[in-house]
């Protein structure tokens, strides 16, 4: 095997060879991790024969397509497309456009010599894209008329420029950073909820001037306990998890008999005390209780009214919700993660015979859905009532789980035998690996971005802005192959024009604002990407370090989302003791020793309190655990010129407890479970946040530094 070879058909299928880590050092990817990711890409490389096919196959593709799969342009001048018939046939190309136009594109005068593909010529003829072609979904229709052969393929035109961002311009904002599931109130069953999310926005817009509620995400987990504990390894990216369900908010709870409101009182009271407990939240027995009551509430026939907004919420959701909600009736009778049915399932005779079977129980799945979205719609009207500007900001994780609804139903656009991670870091030495397929780029264009686009279009349905988690994926990922460590990935390109276009197109719709998350090691062209098409970026103050030590806030970026801490760090308080270094030590996820990891550690802590010293928002004899020192880190940041401030509600009430460490499963920490507490221990509920003295201290510590309260 050439090696040379090889490593021109991983650059030509998007793989890179090589990659610059977080030390700043290039590190070369091996050959046997390249072969292993071009497999995954279907891109034979087991012998010097199969390298020398694939690249005359890479060199043969267009040549085969009478029009491309897609095409994504932004809008404006200067693109094209090309359609490839026999050479000499006529052909005639029109434009149908979203609302239904039809368009003749211009033909260019642009030679290409024919080339033979499998014994017969083949021309190739360029037409331009409409210039004024509004932003949306249209079609390219062509047809050989020698042959009366017909194909139509997908045209989308994104947004040069997502304007929400703009908007944001000239003024600092300010918004609640909270992990949903962790913060209760009396009426919880032992887990944040909608209802919950309703009255935080309420809480923070009314009382205290916030503009946005960031909450983790809220994908679906599995339909049945025992359920997936992180919210960024879901079983969909699409649809919402109905353990964030109040009950008794849903209409139809008025309809039970008398001795069934008797019970789901008495599981309510039953719950009091989960409430306020504040060692674990115990998702499992929560999800069971509810799953038991709403199957109750699922059997009181609706109103009219009711009945046809369920009926309009199944049109609009389509095909994506019936398979979602199928899958869930397989996954709770056969086992999400039993491989012995997952190959019958495939079949889709097979499985349209169980569907017949399993009827009543995938309505009951597609109507928990249309709960969570009016609940969600609820929230998200008591955030605009409350005068918040932008509102909810939902969170899209990177994947899904291997054995999920996503990876059943969109199989063909997802990569087999690989999964999504990162690299080696400075916060995870050994790097990591997420357990997710990633999206397969030649497959997933082949679709038209139909998976993609119907996700985002679902996400934003009721947000008023989104954070992408990892961002950075829709440039490239770092694949796994099965059976190697994190450290031996490689990255994958994408086509990011593409992906960030229609997230754009998507979010200009909804009217959200899109937040990207941007740590990590990521190429030198990646934010100015993001900046220029409307996209914020992300900033915490730890991280925000370069040779010379930590960077002045002064020095932020304007369209950047900044912060203090995040969910993958301990809160501030703990932060500044070093409690990440102690649990990484125990756990044995450091690469160096723990005295010299803390140094590190200290050395990078101290020189951001140096900055608040220097800027008097800091004694000089303050100890760091001190906590005004985490007041001062606010104040910090709000001299920024970022146009929003995230305020993690963790350091708004005084928590301490990591609420998860990467690199880790359940059975080294108890990530995703850790309730609110204040900084005595003692619980915070929703109830409580209204007066809490640290919360209205951190909000004036912003107030006094020129961030507005409405």
């Known amino acids: 095997m050439n090696p040379e070879r090889l490593t021109e058909l991983a650059r030509r299928s998007g793989v890179a060879t090589n990659y610059v880590g977080w030390d700043e050092e290039r590190h070369e990817v091996g050959r046997e991790t390249l072969a292993a990711v071009l497999d995954a890409l279907g891109v034979a490389a087991d012998s010097a024969e199969a390298i020398e096919e694939s690249i005359r196959e890479l060199d043969d593709r267009p040549w085969r397509q009478f029009v491309p799969p897609v095409t994504v342009v932004t809008e404006g001048p200067g693109h094209t497309f090309c359609v490839h018939v026999p050479h000499g046939d006529p052909v005639k190309v029109g434009i149908v456009t979203e609302d239904g136009r039809d368009l003749t594109p211009r033909q260019l005068d642009v030679w290409v010599n024919p080339r033979e593909i499998d014994g017969e ?8 894209v409409p210039a004024d072609l509004e932003p949306g979904y249209h079609c390219i229709v062509a047809v050989d008329l020698a042959t009366s052969q017909s194909a139509g393929a997908p045209l989308i035109v994104t947004p040069r420029r997502l304007e929400t961002a703009d908007r944001l311009l000239g003024e600092q904002r300010w918004g609640l950073a909270v992990q949903l599931y962790s913060v209760r109130s009396a009426d919880s069953w032992g887990v944040g909820d909608l209802a919950d999310l309703a009255g935080i926005c309420e809480a923070a817009g009314s009382m205290y001037g916030a503009d946005f509620v960031q909450v983790n995400p809220l994908h679906a987990a599995q339909p049945q306990p025992p359920i997936e504990a992180s919210p960024y390894l879901p079983v969909t990216r699409r649809y919402l998890n109905p353990l964030y369900i109040r009950v008794t908010d849903i209409p139809e709870f008025e309809g039970l008999t008398k001795s069934q409101r008797k019970w789901v009182g008495k599981v309510a009271r039953d719950f009091l005390a989960e409430n306020t407990a504040t060692d674990k939240i115990r998702r499992n027995k929560s999800y069971r209780a509810k799953m038991e009551a709403l199957e109750l509430i699922y059997g009181v026939p609706p109103t009219r009214e009711r009945k046809a907004a369920l009926c309009e919420f199944r049109r609009r959701e389509g095909k994506g919700l019936k398979r979602f909600a199928t899958w869930c009736a397989l996954a709770e009778r056969y086992g999400a993660d039993d491989p012995r049915w997952q190959g019958k399932f495939l079949d889709r005779a097979y499985v349209k015979k169980k569907r017949r079977k399993l009827s009543r129980r995938i309505d009951f799945y597609i109507w928990l859905q249309w709960i969570c979205d009016q609940q969600l719609a609820a929230a998200a009207h008591a955030a605009s009532s409350a005068g918040m500007s932008i509102g909810v900001m939902v969170d899209l994780a990177v994947g899904v789980g291997r054995h999920s609804a996503d990876a059943w139903a969109l199989g063909d656009v997802l990569a087999p035998g690989v999964s999504v991670g990162a690299p080696p870091d400075g916060f995870n030495q050994q790097g990591q690996d997420w357990d997710q397929p990633p999206w397969h780029p030649h497959r997933l264009a082949e679709a038209g971005y139909e998976p993609y686009r119907d996700m985002i279009r679902t996400v934003l349905r009721h947000a008023g802005g989104v954070r992408v988690d990892h961002v950075l994926g829709l440039f490239r990922l770092w694949w796994i192959p099965d059976g190697m460590s994190a450290a031996q ?3 994958v390109h994408y086509d990011a024009d593409a992906l960030i276009g229609i997230l754009a197109l998507e979010a200009r719709r909804a009217g959200a604002v899109v937040v990207g998350e941007d740590l990590g090691v990521f190429e030198p062209t990646v934010r100015d990407t993001l900046r220029e098409r409307g996209i ?48 990484r030590s125990e756990l044995g996820i450091l690469e160096t020793t723990e005295e010299a990891e803390r140094a590190r550690s200290e050395r990078e802590r101290d020189a951001v309190l140096d900055l608040a010293r220097e800027r008097g928002l800091l ?30 509600l963790v350091d708004a009430v005084g928590e301490r407890r990591i609420q998860n460490q990467p690199g880790t499963n359940a059975t080294q920490y108890p990530n995703w479970c850790t309730p609110l507490a204040d900084a005595d221990g003692n619980v915070v509920l929703v109830e409580d946040l209204v007066s809490s003295a640290r919360f209205h201290a951190l909000v004036d510590v912003l107030g006094a530094a020129g961030v507005p309260r409405v």
């Open 536 to 583: 914020l970026g992300t900033s915490i103050l730890w991280f925000e370090q370069d040779r010379d030590g930590a960077i002045p806030p002064e020095r932020y970026r304007e369209l950047c989302l900044t912060s203090v801490t995040t969910h993958d760090l301990p809160p501030t308080a703990g932060y500044l003791a070093g409690d990440h270094i102690g649990l």
């Open 489 to 491: 990935g490689a990255y």
């Open 619 to 648: 004694c000089r004899d303050t100890p760091p655990t001190d906590p005004s020192v985490v007041e001062a880190m606010y104040a910090l940041i709000a001299r920024s010129p970022s146009v929003l401030l995230s305020v993690a």
């Open 121 to 128: 010529l083949v021309g190739r003829a360029t037409f331009a």
